[in-house]
């Protein structure tokens, strides 16, 4: 099976910009994570998504949204574009079972690493 | 905010030695797994230890949970150069991993 893929792997904004990245899981796998990574914080959930739905959600404000379409690809889009997020963003698939509680074990992409000026 | 600390934040050693880094969190957990991510890529799963799993293998790596202590260690046998990366300890609430903040290994060929 091809692993998790992320596009763009890089990216060049400017501050009041808005961005969308975009993750696509190992096939077959319904549930989505996306992480940030920063010298300073390390690496922070954000959110995650499984059937469409946001699941459970990290503590970033709301310039940080989401979402999952049908085929279980799933986009990030951070509005308003700071300084501080300047990071590598991660995205993780995972196959929960039939009842749809998440596997333990998440799969990574390589990241989009996201550079503000 | 960093379910833990790991230790030691940077670690160098040289090939054929043993390296040994530790993880510490802060509640209860069902799991504890541990990640390794070279140079800014993504992460990739090495191991994962039940809440009633003390001790683990696989491969080269050793892994020691102690629940009571809250703190588990990764124990990489032999290493290699190729083993030069950050590794990361994180434990599972639901569907989120929680993160420690990573020990830098070098391996010196």
């Known amino acids: 099976k091809a692993g998790v893929t992320q596009t763009p792997r890089y990216l060049i904004k400017t501050r009041g910009q808005q961005v969308t990245l975009s993750c696509s899981p190992i096939s077959g796998h319904r549930s989505v994570s996306w992480y940030q990574q920063t010298p300073g914080q390390g690496l922070q959930f954000l959110f995650e998504?499984?059937?469409?739905?946001?699941?459970n959600k990290g503590n970033f404000p709301g310039r940080f949204s989401g979402r999952q379409f049908s085929n279980s690809r799933s986009e990030m889009n951070v509005s308003t574009l700071e300084l501080g997020d300047s990071a590598l963003y991660l995205c993780a698939s995972s196959n929960p079972g039939l009842a749809g509680r998440s596997s333990d074990t998440q799969y990574f992409g390589p990241g989009t690493r996201l550079t503000v000026l | 905010s960093q379910q833990g600390e790991e230790d030691p934040q940077a670690l160098s050693i040289q090939e054929g030695e043993n390296a040994t880094m530790n993880c510490s969190y802060k509640?209860?957990?069902?799991?504890l797994q541990w990640y390794r991510q070279n140079s800014g890529r993504g992460l990739v799963h090495l191991i994962l230890?039940?809440?009633?799993?003390r001790e683990k293998h696989s491969g080269r790596l050793r892994v020691t949970l102690d629940t009571s202590k809250k703190s588990s260690s990764l124990l990489i046998t032999a290493s290699r150069a190729a083993d030069t990366a950050s590794y990361f300890c994180a434990t599972t609430s639901g569907s989120r991993l929680t993160f420690g903040e990573g020990t830098q290994l070098t391996v010196n060929p």
């Open positions: 509640t209860s957990i069902n799991n």
């Open positions: 998504y499984f059937s469409e739905t946001q699941r």
């Open positions: 230890i039940r809440s009633n799993e």
